[in-house]
Nanobody
Framework: QEYVVESGGGSVQAGGSLRLSCVAS????????MGWFRQSPGKERSGVAA????????YYADSVKGRFTISRDNAKNTVYLQLNSLKPEDSGVYYC????????????????????WGQGTQVTVSP
């Protein structure tokens, strides 16, 4: 069984920063691709960023490139998402998720290939 738990959400003004953390536990050997997804009210859950723990490759949605950075600490089984230059449209519930492998950009940011999900953490960006 695999488990992921997010933390680090909060409320900031536009232009501010937050750092989200995701700790993985259980069968971490089957969680070599970790992703962050965002769901805003009335919208589908969509991929924001992902990272391969095997290769270190990273993947970003176009809307966050240059502003968000995903990183990992394999020794701690933890993945981070640094959110900079936040905009009101970045608001939503951020979910951490895990799957066995990151294959390419499309697959890494596609929600349906992930099989372990956290409970989510709220990010609210005010104008």
């Amino acid at each position: 069984q695999e488990y992921v738990v997010e933390s680090g959400g909060g409320s900031v003004q536009a232009g501010g920063s937050l750092r989200l953390s995701c700790v993985a536990s259980g069968n971490t050997g089957s969680m070599r691709c970790m992703g962050w997804f965002r769901q805003s009210p009335g919208k589908e859950r969509s991929g924001v960023a992902a990272i391969s723990s095997a290769s270190g490759d990273t993947y970003y949605a176009d809307s966050v490139k240059g502003r968000f950075t995903i990183s990992r600490d394999n020794a701690k089984n933890t993945v981070y998402l640094q959110l900079n230059s936040l905009k009101p449209e970045d608001s939503g519930v951020y979910y951490c998720a895990a799957q066995r492998w990151c294959m390419d950009q499309d697959q890494a940011l596609r929600r349906y290939t992930y099989n372990s999900w956290g409970q989510g953490t709220q990010v609210t960006v005010s104008p």
